[in-house]
């Protein structure tokens, strides 16, 4: 692989890693830390692994998108640690910027201006009505939808049957649309 193509690989998960630290991060966490630069975080760590990234699956990723999540879950908890230690009077490093930047944003090769900023005010459209939904209602989307848990998994971590999943599920993607403008 080269790094254009790895470079490629993870910017097709930009979106989606977005929305999984929204869901696993607090809006006080995101006041301290901008979700940009979480994601930024998340891409070098991914991109200085020491077993490298995940070869190409063929099957959309998923791979590559499970070392992602993982990390991604990684990266919000050491970000949730060092902000309670600020708190408690310890010293906290701040996030660097990667060098990761939106220049190397391999739909910039292809997309122009107007393409990508109508994409970054949708991208931000969605997030914000992800940030309205009720909790359980987030929670049940990231579970499923960001984290790839499987409805019995969900109902496990959620304490509710797997039927009460499917329900919830189905009624937060509902609201998720009707909160975007759907």
Known sequence: MTADTDGFRLGRHERRLRLLVLHLSSRSLRARADPDDIVQEIYVRAWSAPSGLPADDGEGDLE???????????????????????????????????????????????????TRAMAAETQGELEAAFDRLDPEHRRVIGLRQFEGLSAADTAERMGRSESAVHSLYRRALAAWTEAFGG
């Open 64 to 114: 590559l998108w499970r070392f992602l999540a993982h990390i991604a879950r990684n990266t919000v908890i050491d970000i949730a640690r060092a902000a309670r230690a600020q708190k408690r009077g310890g010293t906290v490093e701040r996030l660097a910027r990667s060098d990761w930047t939106r220049s190397s944003d391999p739909r910039a090769e292809t997309a122009g201006p107007l």
